[in-house]
Structures are given as C-alpha cells and as structure tokens.
C-alpha cells in the first residue's frame, strides 16, 4: 500500500508541476515541462554554418530558470505571432541598442566580430535594421544564415517568455 502511495503522490507532483510549470519553458511538451530537455531535428539552415539543416539538437529547457540569457547564447524560441519553435542567437538583451548595417550587426555603437556567419553572403533582403532600443522583458535574436532567417529582423523583438531553452548539444 505505501508503494501506492508513493507513486500516486509522484504523479500528482508531475502533474502539478506540468500545469504550474514553474521553471517556464515555453513548450507544452511535457519533456520540456519534467525532464528539463528537448530533443530537436533542424528542418531549415537558418543556423547555417553553425548548426546545418538535418542536424539533431537538444535543447535544455530550464537552462533559464535561474538565470539571464547572454549574447552569443543559441536558443530555441517561440517566434511571436507563430505556434512554431525557431532556433536563433541572441544578439541583444533589454537596455541594448542594436542596429544592423550592411549585415554587419552593431550592439551599442560597436561592430560585433561574428566568426560563426557565412562571411561571403553579406548582403540580403534583411541586410539593414535601424538602431532600435530593446524594451525591457524581450531579446534581439537573429539566424546565422543571415540571408535565409526569419528572425527579429522581420517579426521584430521576442518576449524572454517566449524563450523555449539554450540549445545545450549540436
């Protein structure tokens, strides 16, 4: 009969804490919201040449929980507007001042080195973004593949709320 209770009081927590959802990735699949991973195949190169189209991810859904997302960071996020999880990189945070010019993205008046991008490909329909303050409680995320990324460039600044984890493994 203890064992009963045991396991019935474990799933009443897993539950609970599937619908609470106190560490707030922004993922109703329940390894995001228990185990704290989520396992990711990459459809698009919008992360080429960093992470290619086919690869496989995994993505650490409480990576957030307790603290700040830095720039530089891959993360998996749910774009605004859209049901759909993109994969990006962090550009700016709150307080930051961001512009993109002739691809080159500036964060708080400097140029960004940017080893990771496809250096050949350096102009494309998203190659300028005027210098914009990022409002309290969102990021500036961008793809890698800078001439084939739907990121921030187009639908604008995503809410940390929105933040489904740090792509922990590629």
Known sequence: MKFFYA???LWIML???YFVNPLGPASADPRARLFGYMAYSIPSSSMAPSIEAGSHIVVGTFAYAFSE???GDIVAFKAPHVDT???GRVMGRAGD???VRDS???LNGRALEEPYI???ITTCRYSEYPETGIPEGHLFILGDNR???LDSRAYGFVPKGNLVGKVVFD
């Open 118 to 120: 496809n250096a050949e």
């Open 7 to 9: 396991f019935l009081a």
């Open 147 to 149: 001439c084939n990324s």
């Open 85 to 87: 999880t993109f994969l």
């Open 15 to 17: 539950i609970g804490m």
């Open 69 to 71: 997302p830095e720039t």
């Open 97 to 99: 001042f961001v512009a």
């Open 104 to 106: 080159v993205v500036h």
